[in-house]
């Protein structure tokens, strides 16, 4: 699974919604990508 974004919600698919998607498209935006790098060679 290299290079896998994974979104874990507490929230039961028969109850997810529009928020809750736009809540996980938010937090794939705002996650720090590094393709595999570590943060002293970014």
């Not at 979104?7 to 794939?28: C, G, H, I, S």
């Amino acid at each position: 699974m290299a290079y896998t974004e994974l979104y874990f919600t507490p929230v039961l698919w028969p109850d997810f919604r529009k928020p809750d998607f736009e809540a996980a498209l938010n937090a794939y935006n705002n996650r720090k990508r590094r393709f595999g790098k570590i943060q002293e060679s970014i």
